[in-house]
């Protein structure tokens, strides 16, 4: 699929005239119509045309829609067709990359989350199915400088500077006693009721301990290293600007894969400034190109959250699934719409792998796309599951979203007298209603992405149960007709 995924977007036909869409003489022999949305469909001549008002696919059986037959005998001369190549939505993608230091765990295939990304990134940019989308590249969580990576409480003016305090992690122990069981975390010893919050120590590579009193970890026991609490950025304007600058593939392709080879993993997931900025750069980039679909591609490894889970630094909110999937919705049913796609890179035995594909399937569908994608890096598969992710993610963008062709003659375009028309693979023709915005769609149709009363239209949009019509037939096509009275969904 993925040489093919825009195959029937980038083979649809727009053809000037009226072939179907406007009312004839009843003809036999006509098509039998079944789309969603739709309003009318061709016929050869005669007197008793099947898809009419109580056959197959008329407005009695059909989904969607009313369809009836027309005769293109009954056509006049005023709509000569004029056929010309069809162009599909130009996309512009901004991929928002979680570079949080937990990439640097390993895969089922023994190499590291963050080596399996980087290395489906570079294919899908190179990929020729790509070529002609915009790309920019954006990493969280962007880091202050003159941080540490590490601190300690005691060394933390010097470790920090001006991000501190140093944060480190701790847990409820009961008093004179010690424990190895490190969860649930606390700040104080308030969260622990009768038991004591105490910092963690690290005892050897996933073995850890805490204290209380006279309870000892010991002796290869040390305080596990703490976090500078301003260290990760989470002012999301910091991500309102791309590391990696938007530019058309394949071309851009260079400066992308040099980034993600020279770029490493580090820091935590302050994943809701991230994509408040995200989203607030592909508004603007949308504005600016309003012939252009623009959509955010979120790809995760962890939950949101910072250096001690559950708690996260009040700079970094929203980090609930809640707060940011409002975000996400409001940009999807915006003025200028974003979508947000989300893949999740888990081990589904860990802690965030058992609670991320509910987690992050509320992100999904907030941001309009649906379901995320979750891939397991337990397999050797990572590489070629993000791979097809993305694919999945850049057709399913700009899927039965279509430019306006200009009119003939160099007159103005009335967009009063547009048509859709849908060729299946068997040859039958259904015109496809018109309904006026995506809230309108219960019955399927099509409609501008402006109000044409109000601005000029830019693109054609189908409406959900009308683009999986034409994305389940692989062999069918999509005709844009100028010149004859828009037909309405009944």
Request: glycine share 14%.
């Amino acid at each position: 699929m993925k040489h093919n995924r825009l195959s029937l977007l980038c083979a649809a036909a727009l053809a000037f005239g009226c072939s179907a869409g406007v009312k004839g003489q009843t003809g036999s022999g006509g098509s039998t119509g079944s789309g969603t949305g739709g309003s009318t469909t061709t016929g050869n001549g005669g007197s008793s045309a099947r898809g009419g008002s109580n056959g197959n696919g008329g407005s009695s059986s059909g989904t969607g829609g009313s369809t009836g037959a027309v005769d293109a005998s009954g056509l006049d001369g005023a709509c000569a067709a004029i056929p010309v190549s069809a162009q599909p939505v130009p996309l512009d993608l901004y991929f928002l990359m979680d570079s949080s230091k937990s990439m640097n765990d390993q895969t089922g295939a023994g190499t590291t989350k963050w080596t399996a990304v980087g290395s489906a990134l570079k294919t899908f940019f190179m990929d020729s199915g790509s070529a002609g989308l915009g790309v920019a590249l954006k990493y969280f969580p962007d880091e202050q400088p003159g941080a540490m990576g590490s601190c300690d409480t005691a060394t933390a003016a010097a470790d920090c500077g001006s991000y501190g305090p140093c944060d480190y992690r701790d847990t409820c122990v009961a008093s004179n006693a010690s424990t190895t069981a490190v969860s649930p975390l606390c700040l104080t010893n308030a969260d622990c009721g009768s038991q004591n919050c105490a910092r963690i120590q690290q005892c050897g590579t996933n073995s850890y301990c805490a204290a209380n009193g006279t309870g000892s970890c010991g002796a290869g026991c040390s305080n596990f290293p703490g976090y500078c609490h301003l260290r990760d950025i989470c002012t999301p304007s910091e991500y309102a600007t791309p590391d990696v600058a938007i530019g058309t593939l394949p071309g851009a392709a260079s400066a992308l894969n040099a980034s993600l080879q020279l770029h490493a993993p580090d820091g935590y997931t302050p994943t809701g400034p991230a994509l408040t900025g995200a989203i607030s750069w592909a508004q603007q980039q949308a504005t600016n190109n309003p012939d252009h679909k623009v959509a955010v591609v979120l790809v995760t490894d962890g939950l949101p959250g910072g250096f001690i889970p559950g708690f996260p630094p009040p700079e970094c909110m929203p980090s609930d699934i809640p707060g940011i999937s409002t975000i996400l919705s409001n940009a999807a049913t915006g003025a200028t719409p974003i979508l947000t796609f989300v893949v999740g890179i888990f081990n589904p035995a860990s802690a965030e792998g058992m609670m991320a594909p509910s987690n992050l399937m509320s992100l999904a569908q907030a941001g309009g796309t649906g379901s995320a994608v979750i891939i397991d890096v337990t397999g050797n598969t990572v590489t070629q599951q993000l791979h097809d992710a993305i694919a999945q993610a850049q057709t399913k963008a700009i899927a039965c979203s279509y430019t306006i062709p200009p009119s003939s003659g160099g007159t103005g375009l009335n967009f009063m007298k547009v048509n859709v028309a849908f060729t299946s693979g068997s040859n039958q023709v259904t015109t496809i209603g018109h309904t006026t915005d995506a809230g309108a769609c219960d019955k399927g149709g099509w409609y501008y992405d402006v109000d044409p009363t109000k601005a000029t239209p830019t693109r054609i949009i189908a409406c959900p149960s009308t683009c999986a019509q034409f994305n389940a037939d692989i062999n069918g096509h999509v005709n844009i007709q100028l010149g004859c009275n828009t037909i309405s969904v009944g």
